[in-house]
């Protein structure tokens, strides 16, 4: 009995001691055979979240930051990687005489998002995609969040992006046994031998050879995929401005940044409203009657809310009241600009004669 207390303690200190360290893969939400095209993925898509610069004052934001660059970095380096496969973080503490932080996490963001001049060398970049999207006055007037599914080229989700149906499937090539160039020997005379290397053409140059192809991609690496975004449309925002998403554009398996996509706002004509930069105009038709004797109409904003026009006396045809602030919403709906009421008089068909002698 004594006995087994004794397992079932040691037993609970070897669980301990295995979750005292990180999951790197955990952090990353990738598998554990992961590709490097994943990890990459994965890193990109969480770091941009996590970014401090985004969660300002958010301690627990700046942490994960910190885990995701540490585990970025570690499993996209080989070596890393296998000491943590097989020992754990405290492998890795060992490996550099322990204490951590063995890089700068800003660092590895600016990789993948760039800034923070650190004179890189040229880095090959895809092209930018522009996309107009629709919207409505009212999604200006409100500020809106918008899905949008754009249609691009994404590394492969089956391969990640090595063209291999299986991570065993990539191998070393065999006519060159993985250098990548076959060497040949040219008898140039009785005694004399030349040796010259020439690339493999089995792997060109590659020095590894995919046994199987990717069935999804068909060894492609890439392929057309759909991707949803979702858009924030802010207050008050113009035809033809500019909200763009860094990085986003079509994506390369090879070190190639992917450009950024520019969604273009394409501002819908209204039936009633009609924009002029951040006032709104309106026409409002009115009888004989009413612009002799005066009136009070409702007219329905872009929010649903009823403005009241109320006029006494004479309404002269075409002249234009001001309402201030009903216009369209400036710096985030804090101010707004104005509403401009034109006035058109509509005359009757016909009027009877004594009327007109009767005046
Ligand atoms: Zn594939
Ligand atoms: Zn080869």
Known sequence: MLKLFWIVCVVSLLIAVAAAGKDYYDILTVPRDASKAQIKKAYKKLSKIYHPDKNPGDQGAKDKFVELSDAYAVLTDDDKRRIYDQYGEEGLNQQNGGGGGFHNPFDIFQQFFGGGGNGRQQERRGPDMNLEIDVTLEELYHGKSVNVEVSKQVVCDHCFGTG?????????????????????????????????????????????????????????????????????????????????????????????????????????????????????????????????????????????????????????????????????????????????????????????KEIIQGT
Do not use: W
């Open 164 to 352: 291999a149906e299986n991570s065993e499937d990539v191998v070393t090539c065999s006519t060159c046994h993985g250098k990548g160039y076959q060497v040949f020997e040219m008898q140039l005379g009785p005694h004399m031998v030349q040796q010259f290397q020439q690339q493999c053409d089995q792997c060109r140059g590659k020095g590894k050879v995919i046994r199987h192809v990717c069935t999804v991609c068909q060894g492609n690496k890439v392929r057309r995929g759909n991707e949803l975004y979702t858009i924030n449309i802010d207050k008050g925002m113009k035809d033809g401005e500019v909200i763009t998403l860094e990085r986003e554009a079509d994506e390369y398996p090879e070190e190639v940044i992917p450009g950024d996509i520019h969604f273009i706002i394409k501002a819908q004509p209204h039936r009633r409203f009609e924009r002029r930069g951040d006032h709104l105009r309106i026409q409002e038709t009115i009888n004989l009657y009413e612009a002799l004797a005066g009136f009070e109409h409702n007219i329905e904003q872009l929010d649903g809310r009823n403005i009241t026009l109320k006029r006494s006396g004479v309404t002269q045809y075409g002249l234009v009241e001001k309402v201030a602030g009903e216009g369209m919403p400036i710096d985030h709906g804090s101010k707004a600009g104005d509403l401009y009421v034109e006035y058109k008089v509509i005359f009757p068909t016909h009027v009877d």
